[in-house]
């Protein structure tokens, strides 16, 4: 066998004819002789018709007074995830798996509570004269200022700020009427309730009490039950369903969101 140097040009040609073909990572599709790597799934872009049923399905479920302290996470997003696939406004789009709907709610979250601050501070430094939109031009820009991003969430923004969790503690100024500063009756120009009227206030309080919780008790069982028949519908499949039973769910599902 003929010798040859490490170095010369045949044992380079050699090598060079041995070595396989590098592995592009960045392109758009895997190659066929790498069959670990899959081609990524396209994102779907949440319209904002379904960022309102996601917010309605989250308020339902959250404030649910039979429900809402028992209810482990999954099982919590998995209603979630019911509600809003069985939701009449997005009849004909493509349903959402319920993780898609914690990820998508962790954003809408996060993004709306960031505004609610630049919100509250666009208030507190609203000037005469200025009117909502002025505000909410000051917020955006105190937004865009804060985290060098557009809020583009706005929607979800409306839908939320009167909760108690996204409410502003701030009010808006508002114009004085023509015709002069308001006036405000003194606190010594309202008389107390005389003896009689207090006696019968007290008397009718208990009543009013009692009726009050009756009220609040028939209403809870009356959500419980509907609930649970609403819970049986979802969980058969709906191609079993009869038309009776398929106008049932819609019904309740609408009541419930």
């Excluded at 969790?165 to 015709?179: A, D, F, N, T, V």
């Excluded at 120009?189 to 009013?208: L, Q």
């Amino acid at each position: 066998m003929d010798s040859f140097s490490l170095h010369s040009p045949r044992f380079v040609n050699m090598l060079a004819s041995q070595s396989s073909p590098p592995l592009d990572v960045d392109s758009a599709e895997a190659p066929v002789t790498s069959p670990g790597l899959v081609k990524p799934v396209e994102r779907r872009k949440w319209s904002t018709k379904e960022d309102i049923v996601l917010i309605s399905a989250w308020l339902n479920t959250s404030k649910d007074p039979i429900f809402s302290n028992e209810q482990k996470l999954g099982s919590f997003w998995k209603r979630i995830g019911e509600y809003f696939n069985s939701s009449h406004h997005l009849v004909g789009s493509l349903p959402r798996h319920w993780s898609q709907c914690k990820h998508r709610w962790g954003r809408v979250n996060a993004e709306v509570c960031r505004f609610v601050g630049c919100h509250e501070s666009a208030l507190k430094e609203q000037s005469s004269g200025q009117t909502e939109n002025d505000v909410m031009k000051a917020a955006h820009d105190i937004f865009f200022n804060d985290y060098n991003v557009k809020f583009t969430l706005e929607h979800c923004w409306r839908e939320l700020r009167f909760d108690q969790k996204w409410r502003s503690h701030s009010q808006p100024k508002e114009k004085s009427k023509e015709g002069g500063p308001q006036v405000v009756a003194d606190e010594e120009e309202v008389r107390p309730p005389g003896v009689k009227a207090s006696k019968a206030a007290k008397r009718k309080k208990p009543n009013e009490a009692a009726f009050d919780r009756i009220q609040t008790i028939l209403a809870q069982k009356n959500t419980l039950s509907k609930q649970k028949i609403l819970d049986r519908l979802l969980a058969k499949n709906i191609d079993t369903l009869s038309d009776h039973e398929v106008a049932l769910k819609n019904k309740l599902i609408s009541e419930m969101l």
